[in-house]
């Protein structure tokens, strides 16, 4: 573990200016950036810092000229700004175990997690958040959006590990908590108040589940009502099922309009949009974009509780991505769930999912390894309301390092050998 601040990061592939670069840092922030061919002799330590041996990295690395800092080597690493997590369930990761047998479908689990919250205590679902955490930072991961339950049952439980998650893990990720109503909103007495006192105790954004209340519209009111006057962007859970009727976005689309939130409303699965004949298909994904609504793609848990119904030629039941993208929608995917009813397995590694994506989506060729990059980087932190993470002299000098030679490589092979660059410090 190094924790000493370098002077320089030298020789990563920039996969959005397309060359290697080197970072000088200073006081925590990027100073400024050179393409890594075109550093002088006088841009310290640049010959030492050219070795293709990366495994010198902690032992190679140089004092420069200054002598008051070092140069990482990072020639075979592709820089990012960090990974984002768009989207995990935290407080029932690891439940698996829990689990007399697999949930046979998305109702299922649904219940079947159900059953388990009066067991939950502060502590468990501390550690179990904790070990998710632990694992996105490990990958990459600087910012993540967390679906906190919120419910008679738990109460704000699950938030209260959240908030305290949120500081513990403050210089490492910056954690964001969406108040979300699993258990729906009307037929759970009382979720009402606890959303509003979660607003109170600082989530930051309103979340909501159409699908799993005795009135998708009245849900959906009371969500965009409660968001636009607290000021909060809101994330849904959205169409999950691959039954064409029940398909709520449009009524979303036209609440987005109404409360002035465009931009700010985010809708996770969508499945039930890739079984929409394509012609009505793509009006919706055009008018989603012109809301500026953004779509996270989890198709971890779509693969695998969508296409129940299906004795054979078994739909894929995942949003259609490809349709979207051309659209103009601003697609993501997050990882959803871990070890759980949901999704009984997974790693928490953005890239598994971008992978996985590519897979299903029919995301083959160099451009759509681009693609994929920027829905677990920056297009994704611009669903998160966060614009500009980009690697920029001014910005705050953290980074992800990931060994790979090319984007493709990265996404396809998911190396394991990362690092994580906090304020120029190798963490
Ligand atoms: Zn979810």
Do not use: W
Not at 38 to 59: M, N, Q
Not at 378 to 404: H, K, S
């Amino acid at each position: 573990m190094d924790r000493e601040p370098c002077g320089m990061i030298a020789g990563a592939y920039d996969p959005f200016r397309r060359e290697k670069i080197d970072i000088y840092v200073r006081d925590g922030l990027i100073e400024r950036i050179v393409p890594a061919a075109k550093r002088t002799d006088s841009d310290a330590g640049a010959d030492e810092a050219d070795s293709d041996d990366a495994d010198s990295i902690d032992a190679g690395s140089n004092e420069t000229a200054a002598g008051n800092s070092r140069v990482l080597d990072a020639n075979g690493y592709v820089v990012t700004p960090g990974l984002v997590e768009t989207h995990i369930h935290l407080d029932k990761a690891f439940l698996s175990e829990r689990l007399e047998r697999p949930a046979a479908n998305l109702g299922e689990a649904i219940a079947m997690t159900a059953a388990l919250k009066p067991g939950y205590t502060a502590e468990d679902v501390t550690a179990r958040s904790r070990r998710a955490l632990d694992r996105s930072f490990a990958f990459g991961v600087s910012l993540l959006r967390a679906q906190v339950e919120i419910d008679p049952v738990l109460g704000l439980l699950s938030l209260a590990s959240a908030l305290a998650l949120k500081a513990e893990f403050a210089g490492r990720m910056t954690l964001q908590l969406v108040a979300f109503p699993q258990e729906g909103i009307f037929n759970q007495p009382g979720t009402a108040r606890l959303l509003r006192e979660a607003i109170r105790l600082g989530a930051d954004a309103v979340g909501g589940i159409p699908y799993n209340d005795r009135d998708s519209g009245e849900h959906l009111d009371f969500v965009f009502r409660l968001a636009a006057d607290a000021g909060l962007p809101v994330d849904l859970h959205l169409d999950f099922s691959d039954d064409p009727t029940q398909l709520a976005i449009e009524d979303v689309i036209a609440r987005t309009r109404e409360y002035g939130l465009e931009g700010r409303v985010c809708v996770g699965h969508l499945t039930s949009l890739g079984s929409v004949p394509p012609d009505r298909a793509r009006r919706i994904g055009e008018r989603m974009a012109e809301a500026g609504i953004h779509v996270f793609a989890l198709p971890a848990t779509d693969l695998y509780l969508n296409g129940r119904g299906d004795t054979h030629a078994v739909r894929r039941g995942i949003a259609p991505v490809g349709l979207l993208l051309d659209a103009g929608v601003n697609v993501c995917f997050g990882t959803n769930n871990l070890r759980n009813a949901f999704t009984p397995f997974g790693t928490g590694d953005p890239l598994d999912v971008a992978l996985l994506l590519a897979q299903t989506s029919y995301m083959g060729t160099e451009t759509d390894a681009d693609r994929l990059l920027g829905m677990c980087t920056d297009r994704a932190a611009a669903a998160l309301g966060v614009d500009d993470r980009r690697i920029r002299p001014g910005a705050p000098a953290d980074f992800a390092l990931i060994r790979a030679e090319s984007v493709q490589d990265l996404i396809y092979d998911r190396p394991r050998d990362r690092m994580a660059i906090r304020g120029g410090r190798l963490v």
